[in-house]
């Protein structure tokens, strides 16, 4: 070992120590809980789920949102519809009249293991971290593709800004970096949502659905879901009573271009080659004819 | 220019011909015809579909009033339609088929319906239609008739007995039951009856169900001779019933001797408690036998037979095949006529519905006993490991004479180690203290532990009841005798970022105070009260000055751009 490496070896072991809390994720974080490389989730268990609407204003507290009132009589008012995600409310909570009661679910971001949003997106303002965070960022141009693509109706449009951006949940990655738990976990008063790896969360979910018989719906919602989601869900009644689709197949949707787009570069590049060669090939043949027959002539004559 | 005038006039052609086709597409009317069927009451009628053999139906299905032809040939009685044998009426209709076909079916019953009514209108008697559309009733096409099964239960079981008895003096088992033995040479010989070996019909007339080698046998027999459960029990009970009923008209007693099908099947069924002081017949079982199966693992049991006797309204609800003991199919490592279930299996697998296990977990999750057992798995051999006290419960090896327990009491409960009430703390943030009503909440968990058998049995001490709530913190709480079993002493104030899956106090309190008031179906507090009114005012009131922010960690600085403030962060760290 030269002096050079000892050095580097030496230093960075040094910073390693020394930054210990600031690691990238992935590597080792903050309070060094976050150590696997790998897409982490949340596991929404909708037996357990109040409709405190804690979640919500958590989300709101922790990115700035307007601050929802979720006293009881609002949540009254509020369960009365449906809602969807908006610019400012990047998780809601809906009530579902079920044949066994009373569900109610947190509806969000699924962040999908390969998501259309990403795909379509022209200037890779969405992307999918490799912690499985699907995040924004303000290189967005507002084009809005990411919302036609999207399955679940998702991200959402600024409209009232003069230059508007696309904004939807990104599972708290800033506080990830800082090595806690989302906002909508940390606020939830009977951990119907669960935060961890997203192998760990289905492993809990095949226990619960083990441990529970006749509990929940032999099936998480997101396992195999548009080829998985990070949001995970758990459910006592089918799927399609509580307002999660399951008629969106199991192949991730970037999957359905995928073919037609990564031809486009041959074909496009191609094409002139190949009608080149072909213009060649016919005109050598034109000579060929054109000079046999010549020779034909030269002996006739 | 004539050029120019034709495509101009083959172009204008093609125009309309696009337009035309897409008015007629989007002008078809809908032809769907979705009429609401008529719910016919089977007031003694017969549906007449026979969809096993023709399938499809080309005309409707006919709705065959049998009362009425019943009326008409009162004098001559069954024969007229149905064939006889060996002094049995057999309930077939059409007399003779030729074979099981489609065309020979439909000729059978057109031969026999409509030359009966011929005949009857040549004799110029009153006679039923001959013509399709007046039997084949378009509007009876999709409609539905179907008779709700009749259940032989031990009340019926009873009065036939007794009846039998005041006819002829002494027990006759024989005129209904009866045993077949497939190896048996002689034909004449097979279907005999044996005194003390009655079992149910659907042991060997239920076709169609996955049985053991030595069943299959039999109810193969059984399914060569077409004597399904539907038609052997038809011919068994609408035979003997016709023969007494003249003998009982004549007495006066209409009701006693029912031949009409709305008589039997009523669709009213008796329930558990009903039948709980009907007697059960009589094989010489035991009483209280003492199962023990030569070298298992653990020690015998004394089983209370005739208490689960009169839980249950059939035998079959245990005996799933025959009337033999458990031991005699499943051994300890399982025998073929036992489907290969080891005898431990056999008792304890917690789906089964013949399972020891299956049954009771099947009582645990009744209303008043899923407050607490919602929580606790079902005791499963195979995957989980019981606490080796709750094994000993049923394994005793002893004989007991009496298998219940005095019933459990809070009188010597010490009101310093168990409190009355309780102020529960953990929100005082957001909410005012819960208070907890600990000593009532004792008070009627042994209340109802004390009303059930199957619970005052299983509940063997008060430590037994605690655990209800307090799970897992029987040797912690033992080890510090002062202080009592917190659930604070596991379960942490802060998310547990090393270990996710254990839920802290906040989650800890409302999963087991809610769980149990829903599993329970409380009006307070559980899920049945949301429908209006403030849930969360049940147990704690709001406070009116509570804290603004209700998540513990608020460092990011305000910035609309957020996600670029990320992506510096990114950068920092990708630096260090």
Redesign the interface.
């Given at each position: 070992m030269d002096r050079r490496t000892f050095f580097k070896v030496m230093g960075s072991a040094a910073?390693g120590v020394a930054?210990g809390s600031?690691?990238?994720p992935g590597a080792c974080s903050a309070?060094g809980?976050f150590d696997a490389n790998e897409f982490f989730g949340i596991l929404i268990d909708t037996t357990?789920c109040?409709?405190?609407r804690?979640c919500e204003?958590?989300c709101a507290?922790?990115?700035?949102l307007i601050t929802p009132d979720i006293?009881?009589r609002a949540n009254?008012a509020i369960f009365k519809k449906k809602r969807k995600t908006s610019v400012n409310e990047y998780t809601v909570t809906n009530l579902y009249e079920t044949e066994k009661?009373?569900v109610y679910v947190p509806w969000r971001c699924m962040h999908c293991n390969q998501p259309a949003c990403h795909s379509a997106c022209p200037v890779y303002a969405l992307e999918k971290r490799e912690t499985g965070h699907v995040?924004?960022?303000?290189r967005c141009i507002g084009c809005r593709l990411c919302m036609m693509s999207c399955p679940y109706d998702i991200p959402k449009h600024t409209f009232q800004e003069t230059i508007a951006t696309i904004q939807k949940c990104?599972l708290c990655?800033?506080?990830f970096?800082?090595?806690?738990?989302p906002?909508c976990?940390?606020?939830?008063?009977?951990?119907a949502l669960?935060?961890?790896t997203r192998r760990?969360l289905i492993e809990?979910g095949k226990r619960r659905i083990a441990?529970?018989?006749?509990?929940y719906i032999n099936h998480i919602y997101g396992e195999f879901e548009v080829g998985g989601t990070s949001h995970l869900y758990l459910s006592a009644v089918p799927f399609e009573q509580i307002g999660l689709r399951t008629d969106l197949g199991l192949k991730h949707y970037p999957e359905y271009s995928l073919v037609y787009l990564s031809a486009i570069p041959f074909i496009a590049g191609l094409t002139p080659i190949a009608m080149l060669a072909i213009a060649h090939v016919v005109k050598m043949a034109k000579k060929d004819a054109k000079e046999e027959h010549h020779e034909e002539e030269k002996e006739k004559h | 220019m004539n050029r120019k005038w034709i495509f101009f006039l083959v172009g204008i052609a093609y125009l309309i011909l696009i337009v035309y086709g897409l008015y007629e597409v989007y002008t078809v009317e809908a032809t769907l015809r979705v009429k609401e069927a008529p719910a016919i009451k089977p007031e003694n009628k017969i549906a007449i579909a026979h969809t096993e053999i023709f399938g499809k139906l080309e005309r409707p299905q006919v709705i065959f009033n049998h009362a009425k032809h019943e009326e008409v040939y009162k004098k001559e009685g069954c024969k007229t339609c149905h064939p006889e044998k060996e002094s049995q009426t057999l309930f077939d209709f059409p007399k003779n088929i030729e074979k099981k076909d489609k065309t020979s079916v439909m000729n059978a019953y057109h031969d026999e319906c409509i030359d009966c009514h011929k005949k009857r209108s040549g004799e110029k008697l009153k006679a039923g239609p001959v013509t399709c559309g007046d039997c084949h009733k378009e509007e009876e096409i999709s409609s539905v008739l179907k008779y709700p099964v009749f259940e032989f239960d031990f009340y019926v079981h009873d009065k036939h007995v007794k009846k039998l008895k005041e006819k002829i003096g002494k027990d006759d088992c024989g005129l209904c039951h009866h045993s077949y033995d497939p190896e048996e040479e002689d034909e004449a010989l097979r279907l005999v009856y044996e005194p003390g070996t009655e079992e149910s019909c659907y042991y060997c007339h239920e076709l169609g169900k996955k049985r053991g080698s030595e069943l299959a046998a039999i109810t193969r027999a059984a399914a060569k001779k077409g004597l399904s459960i539907r038609r052997a029990s038809h011919l068994q009970c609408l035979n003997c019933h016709l023969k007494y009923k003249e003998e009982y008209l004549k007495k006066g007693d209409k009701e006693a001797v029912p031949t009409q099908c709305s008589k039997c099947h009523t669709g009213k069924y008796k329930t558990v408690a009903e039948l709980e002081k009907v007697p059960r017949p009589d094989r010489d079982q035991k009483e209280k036998p003492f199962i023990n199966i030569k070298d298992a693992k653990l020690k015998g049991v004394t089983f209370d037979h005739k208490y689960h006797e009169t839980s249950s309204k059939t035998c079959r609800s245990c005996h799933h095949e025959t009337l033999k003991a458990c031991k005699e199919c499943h051994d300890l490592v399982g025998k073929p006529e036992g489907n290969n279930i080891n005898v431990a299996r056999a008792y304890h697998d917690?789906?089964s519905e013949h399972s020891c296990e299956g049954c009771h977990n099947k009582k645990k999750?009744e209303k008043d006993c899923f407050g607490c057992h919602?929580n606790i798995?079902?005791m499963d051999v195979e995957t989980m490991g019981p606490k080796k006290e709750a094994c000993k419960i049923c394994h005793s090896g002893e004989i007991k004479g009496s298998l219940s327990r005095p019933p459990l009491s809070i009188a010597k409960l010490d009101p310093e180690k168990v409190k009355k009430e309780l102020k529960i703390k953990v929100l005082e943030r957001q909410f005012e203290p819960a208070q907890f009503p600990h000593l009532d909440i004792i008070k009627k968990l042994v209340d109802i532990s004390n009303k059930s058998k199957l619970a005052n049995y299983f509940h063997k001490d008060m430590q037994t009841l605690c655990e209800g709530c307090h799970h897992q913190s029987r040797a912690e709480a033992e080890v510090q005798k002062d202080t009592p079993p917190y659930c604070r002493n596991c379960h942490a104030v802060a998310?547990d970022?090393?270990n996710?899956?254990k839920?802290?106090l906040?989650?800890a309190y409302?999963?087991q105070c809610?769980g149990c008031h829903d599993a329970m179906q409380l009006e307070k507090g559980s899920?049945l009260r949301?429908k209006?009114?403030?849930?969360?005012?049940d147990c704690h009131k709001?406070k009116e000055k509570g804290p603004e922010?209700?998540?513990?960690?608020?460092?990011?600085p305000?910035d609309p751009?957020?996600?670029?403030?990320?992506?510096k962060?990114?950068r920092?760290?990708?630096g260090?």
């Open positions: 910073a930054a600031l690691a990238r309070q809980v357990r109040i409709g405190c804690r204003k958590g507290e922790v990115n700035y006293s009881e009254q009661g009373k995040t924004w960022d303000k990104n990655y800033g506080r970096l800082q090595g806690t738990v906002g976990v940390e606020s939830c008063p009977t951990e669960m935060f961890g760990k809990e441990q529970n018989p006749g509990r | 917690p789906f999750s919602y798995g079902a998310i970022l090393q996710l899956r839920v802290r906040l989650t409302h999963n809610m899920k949301s209006e009114g403030d849930r969360c005012a709001v922010s209700i998540t513990s960690l608020k460092n990011f305000e751009w957020r996600s670029a403030w990320y992506g962060m990114e920092q760290m990708e260090n």
